[in-house]
């Protein structure tokens, strides 16, 4: 593999993809798209790295290839949200940095692949339908990818800009959620639309988060909770194939749905 010829353009990602297919069927191509798109993503003048290097890369970062296949194609949306209104401010890196939690033997290579994808916002979709293709029974999952990254696009401001909005929103629909799906995932994750759309409330927020309606029964409200609950706990989204790294953003979204239940008990004299 290391004696192929240098691609160019988009062409890494087609010898990418046959490449990783040829690794793996499937599930190996959807790692080959993400590895080909780093390779065309190299900055002009720097010293060109061949195929044997990128998928050296796809395979420091987990044990399985669908765990592979999630951080590679988070790693790439996350760099290109941050880039979505212009510009990649620290508080974005850093809180990158946080909902990965980056190892020190994995933050060479995870720079490295970051950097070259934050170059530019487009080029998005395809590692969105990936991730929808390889994770389309396991809707938690492709919840927390989107969790995290409004968890970055909010890191330097919790009202989004309306470019940042539009990028979620596109991969919000190719994930396959619905627009209710969409505002219960933003409030969430502590984010807020900006633009003529009128901000919740903490009260009202508090019903979003749980995907019900303010006049709903205690009853419904249970319901919802527990179901949120038993979705997103930490350990269902690793046998799920999400990788312990993002245990930390899974973790952080679970506190504002028991934070927003918590206070609705505490309004409707729930027990």
């Not at 949120?228 to 990788?243: C, Q, S, V």
């Amino acid at each position: 593999m290391s004696n192929l010829p240098q691609a160019t353009s988009s062409w890494g990602k087609i010898v990418g993809g046959m490449l990783g297919f040829c690794m793996g069927g499937p599930w190996g191509a959807a790692v080959g798209l993400l590895v080909g798109h780093m390779h065309d993503q190299q900055p002009a003048g720097a010293p060109a790295l061949g195929w044997q290097d990128h998928f050296d890369s796809y395979n420091v970062f987990a044990a399985t290839t669908e765990q592979a296949t999630f951080t590679m194609g988070v790693i790439v949306l996350s760099a290109k949200m941050a880039k979505a209104d212009g510009r990649v401010t620290r508080a974005e890196i850093e809180a990158f940095k946080r909902v990965f939690q980056i190892s020190p033997q994995q933050e060479s290579k995870i720079g490295m692949l970051f950097d070259r994808a934050r170059l530019s916002a487009d080029g998005f979709e395809p590692f969105a339908f990936q991730l929808a293709h390889v994770f389309r029974r396991k809707r938690a999952v492709l919840e927390q990818i989107l969790s995290g990254l409004f968890i970055i696009a909010a890191a330097d401001s919790a009202i989004l800009s309306p470019a940042e909005t539009q990028f979620l929103q596109r991969i919000s629909f190719i994930f396959g959620f619905a627009s209710e799906d969409f505002a219960r995932i933003a409030a969430s994750s502590g984010a807020r639309m900006g633009g003529a759309q009128k901000p919740c409330d903490s009260v009202n927020e508090n019903y979003v988060i749980l995907g019900v309606a303010s006049n709903a029964s205690n009853d419904q409200i249970k319901i919802a909770y527990r179901a949120l609950i038993r979705e997103h706990h930490p350990d269902r989204l690793m046998a799920d194939g999400m990788p312990p790294e993002f245990v930390a953003a899974a973790t952080e979204k679970m506190k504002r749905i028991n934070a927003a239940y918590d206070e609705i008990c505490k309004l409707k004299g729930i027990k």
